[in-house]
């Protein structure tokens, strides 16, 4: 048994190439797929225009497209080893967890245990560059 993670923050309108693409190749290659869906604190100051929409929006979006994953949420911590151990320990619980990621991910940031495996980037598709093309989505 073998558990795909993937962490990001999916903050579109809708799920674009990159991101089906990246979570498919993780349903070929796993036998349970779980999403680590980024947060922030919303009783803080947070950047609305990087963060347009709520987890429970995102949620609901992941789901319609891909409703066998499992979503977990993970929250901004105040530094990069205590955000890795936050990664670990919500993993624990999974079977052989393998980190899946791609082009600008969470990767650099992590020093946690967990093994990884980057999965190419779909050349074009960005959620940065959509949030800044259209604003609403």
Not at 14 to 28: D, P, R, T, V
Request: charged share 30%.
């Amino acid at each position: 048994m073998k558990t795909g993670i993937i962490i990001g923050r999916f903050q579109v309108r809708k799920l674009h190439l990159g991101h089906i693409y990246l979570i498919s190749n993780a349903l070929q290659e796993c036998d349970k797929v779980v999403i680590l869906l980024g947060c922030v604190d919303l009783s803080s100051e947070y950047d609305r225009e990087k963060n347009p929409y709520s987890s429970g929006e995102i949620t609901e979006r992941i789901k319609k497209v891909f409703p066998q994953v499992d979503i977990m949420y993970l929250f901004d911590k105040e530094s990069d080893e205590k955000w890795s151990r936050q990664v670990d320990m919500l993993c624990d619980e999974y079977e052989n967890p393998i980190l899946y990621h791609s082009r600008d991910s969470f990767i650099s940031h992590y020093s946690g245990k967990l093994p990884s495996k980057e999965i190419p980037e779909l050349e074009g598709y960005s959620g940065t560059k959509v949030r800044k093309e259209y604003p609403d989505g």
